[in-house]
């Protein structure tokens, strides 16, 4: 158990709707990463977030969208779903150091069916 | 252009045997190498994690090399078992940021 938590497990849609994965990092951890991995493919960096601000970002589409609270859980919308969105989407944390130096840690993932 | 390379894509090795596994990267500034092991369907999990200055280590029976020079390095399993099925995948890390380039990974199949 990496201490990362993300919610739903599994989640069927139709395309066009709008969905909202959510992430827990690890106690402690100010850093959350989202990534995308779609079948048979690596992992791509979606966007990073440090203590409540955008950090850095990756090849997220204009549909998507991600915010991280206060209390430092994370939220990714997936908007104007397509067939294409179905993939498992990962969430990960790092200690203050942030992931060029210090762990990273994954969750278990949140796959999406677009149907 | 900031690349990771990994070979080979897919591997099929009998339980028992030893395996090694390369990543090639033209990642620069390097600040760290990892080695992470994906099961389907599951968050990846670091095995190991090796800055600049350090050429090898190990977790149990996994040893991964790292040549800064050539910019490769490898990860060895030893002894492998069923539960070593899965994708392995190299991370590198750029120098005073928190930029990884994740290579595509290696799947290895270990059959009894």
């Known amino acids: 158990d990496s201490g990362v938590t993300q919610t739903p497990k599994h989640l069927i849609t139709a395309t066009g709707q709008r969905v909202t994965l959510r992430c827990s990092p690890r106690?402690?951890?100010?850093?959350v990463y989202w990534y995308q991995q779609s079948l048979d493919q690596g992992l791509q960096f979606l966007i990073q977030y440090y203590n409540g601000e955008e950090r850095a970002k990756g090849n997220i589409l204009e549909r998507f969208s991600a915010q991280q609270f206060p209390d430092l859980h994370s939220e990714l919308n997936l908007s104007s779903l397509e067939l294409g969105d179905s993939a498992l989407y990962f969430c990960a944390s790092s200690p203050i150091g942030g992931a060029g130096t210090g762990e990273l840690f994954f969750g278990e993932g949140s796959r999406l069916t677009v149907l | 252009k900031n690349q990771v390379e990994q070979s080979p894509q897919s591997l099929i090795i009998l339980e028992g045997k030893n395996c090694t596994l390369q990543?090639?990267?033209?990642?620069?500034?390097?600040?760290?190498l990892r080695w992470y092991k994906q099961d389907t369907g599951r968050g990846p999990v670091s095995l190991t994690i090796m800055t600049f200055s350090e050429n090898t280590k190990s977790n149990g029976r996994y040893t991964a090399t790292l040549d800064a020079d050539t910019k490769q390095s490898s990860l060895h399993i030893t002894a492998s078992q069923l539960s070593d099925s899965a994708s392995y995948i190299c991370?590198?890390?750029?120098?005073?940021?928190?930029?990884?380039?994740f290579g595509t990974g290696t799947r290895l199949q270990v059959f009894p």
């Open positions: 106690s402690g951890d100010l850093s």
């Open positions: 990543c090639n990267y033209t990642v620069s500034p390097f600040s760290n």
């Open positions: 991370v590198v890390s750029f120098r005073n940021t928190d930029k990884l380039i």
